[in-house]
């Protein structure tokens, strides 16, 4: 055996080669394979595609693969089901917990959950996960522990959406990853009147039947994947060692970003709510978490050997880093309309379950035929990815801003204007990340996948938080007020109207004992309620047109993707 020379030697020492031998031999006597590939090399030429820009781009479909396929579409899914259930049902969870304090820390765990995890993801775990999180959070009586239902179930959904979503769109050709995705977003058709669904499990059983739900779902969606979803393994990482990979794994990027988000979204639920803005506790929080992320950014940029957002994913191109920014704005849109929109056809207007489901239909229904749309013009109209999202934008922008002009008089145009709005926020969520997988390298579309998601979660997070604060406040001002002076003007006395005010917004069942009121009075305190929740909402929506804006803007921004839709498939599926 010869000796290997000093040029081996020295790269052995700084770690620049390393490898796992793999016996693939059944006796002793074969050969001993021996594989050595670089993790630092990314294949930006697409050079190890399963079929070439030139090709034909045509995939033999089996039955295995029609059925792993659709098992992609349904873990996508299921990872955000629950979100929706929960979504829908907060107020029956803040009755049956007798929490109200965090409530908004439900939705917002489960999103920085995704968050967190979408960047390093390990296949299977994903639905297990989702299970548990569903299992927990349907037998939770305390909020503790149905907050760490919805961490568990978030850390599962971005493993499942990480998943479906990659591994479907590496299996096309890029020119028809907009139809791929179209079809996979077209599973969640239906579960788009989830309002419906929460409300009437809510009212006549349990809201832990949408917890129950997705387990279902998700047990037995990772039951035929079990069976069906045989994926390849990435050429960047075959035949090494376990070891060798985790050195690669940027532990330090990981720990300041969850960390730094966690302190941020913290501070900014706790501001003006739980504490005053101008605590130690809000202030320290706030700065803590706010320079923990700029010092994620500086170590991403300058310090890590091999950061956890490659730089060779932007490399050549600004698609990507644009796409990533309308998916950022996408996000705080979606997870605020996601939450605040059933608050809003119960509050606003009559909170009967089924009337209350029915005002949730259109809308819920126009966000999955918007994400169907606007994924499918991504292959209809090649190259035409900025105007694309410049549209959806504009629509959402437009639409969703005007939501602001909502009265308990006018329930028709607030619907109309909702599902409209609806309709454009489809359009941003899942094909700003369609348009990112588009131009990024076949070795680094799950990365892209994963960050996008990541970005858009972290979105949705930061989004929710700053709606809710601003809601909260204008809504602890006006609420009392307007509950009281309705209830006087239909005749209710000044000396009992105190009692009155915090009877009825803290123990509505005992509201009959007070004395002198009258169905005519507590049909007055409902519409004072009404006219409190409508004024408060629309600061919600005066915020989100700053937002969309910002999302037009930087679609605008985006370059011809023409060039990048071509008919390479990278993996077989």
């Known amino acids: 055996m010869e000796a290997p020379n000093d040029m081996d030697t020295s790269k052995a020492e700084k770690g620049e080669l390393e490898h796992a031998q793999t016996n693939q031999s059944d006796s002793p006597s074969e050969l001993e394979l021996q594989k050595e590939k670089t993790l630092r090399y990314v294949d930006l030429e697409n050079k190890n595609a399963f079929k070439g820009d030139d090709s034909d781009g045509k995939i033999e479909w089996t039955v295995r693969k029609a059925f792993a396929a659709a098992f992609l579409a349904m873990l996508y899914t299921g990872s955000q089901i629950l979100l929706y259930f929960i979504g829908g049902s907060l107020s029956f969870i803040v009755k049956d917990l007798k929490t109200s304090a965090a409530s908004g820390w439900l939705p917002t765990a489960n999103t920085l959950a995704i968050a967190s995890v979408a960047p390093a993801t390990f296949l299977f775990s994903g639905a297990g996960l989702l299970c548990l999180g569903c299992l927990l959070l349907g037998t939770a009586h305390s909020f503790g522990q149905a907050l760490a239902g919805m961490a568990l179930a978030g850390a599962g959904a971005g493993i499942g959406e990480l998943t479906g979503l990659a591994g479907l769109a590496e299996t096309v050709p890029v020119r028809y990853r907009g139809y791929s995705l179209a079809a996979l977003t077209a599973f969640v058709f239906p579960f788009t009147p989830y309002v419906m669904y929460s409300q009437l499990l809510g009212t006549y059983h349990t809201w832990r039947w949408g917890p129950w ?20 393994i990435h050429a960047r990482a075959e035949g090494f060692s376990y070891r060798a990979i985790l050195k690669r794994i940027d532990f330090m990027g990981g720990f300041l970003s969850i960390t730094g988000l966690t302190l941020f979204l913290v501070a900014l639920q706790a501001g003006g709510y739980t504490h005053p803005w101008k605590s130690a506790y809000v202030l320290c929080t706030l700065l803590i978490g706010f320079f923990t992320i700029v010092a994620w950014i500086v170590w991403e940029w300058r310090i890590a050997t091999h950061p956890m957002v490659p730089r060779e994913l932007f490399q050549g191109q600004r698609v990507v880093s644009l796409a990533y920014m309308v998916a950022f704005v996408a996000g ?14 119960s509050t606003v207007y009559d909170p009967d379950p089924v009337k209350v489901g029915l005002r949730g239909l259109v809308p819920g229904l126009m966000t999955t035929v918007g994400a169907i749309f606007f994924n499918a013009m991504l292959s209809t109209w090649r190259g035409g990815s900025k105007w694309i999202l410049v549209m959806a934008s504009a629509i959402l922008c437009a639409f969703g801003g005007s939501l602001s002009v909502i009265r308990p008089d006018n329930e028709v145009m607030t619907i109309a204007l909702g599902s409209t709005g609806s309709l454009g926020l489809g359009g941003v969520i899942v094909p700003s990340a369609t348009v990112a997988m588009i131009a990024a390298p076949d070795a680094l579309i799950t990365t892209c996948a994963a960050l996008s998601l990541s970005i858009r979660a972290v979105g949705g997070s930061i989004g929710y938080s700053i709606y809710y604060n601003i809601f909260e406040e204008k809504l602890k001002a006006r609420l009392p007020i307007y509950v009281g002076q309705y209830a006087v003007q239909a005749g209710l006395s000044l000396a009992n109207a105190k009692i009155f005010v915090e009877t009825y917004l803290l123990d509505p069942t005992d509201i009959t004992k007070i004395p002198g009121v009258t169905p005519q009075i507590l049909a007055a305190a409902m519409k004072g309620s009404q006219w409190a929740y409508a004024e408060s909402l629309r600061y919600v929506w005066w915020t989100s047109i700053a937002f969309g804006v910002l999302s037009m803007a930087c679609a605008a921004m985006l370059p011809n993707t023409k060039k990048f839709q071509t008919n390479r498939v990278a993996v077989a599926l």
Do not use: D, R
């Open 213 to 232: 739900i997705s387990l279902i779902y998700n047990g037995a969606t990772g039951l035929g994947l079990a069976f069906t979803y045989f994926p390849h």
């Open 332 to 345: 705080m849109n979606f997870f605020s309309m996601l939450n605040f929109w059933p608050l809003l056809i």
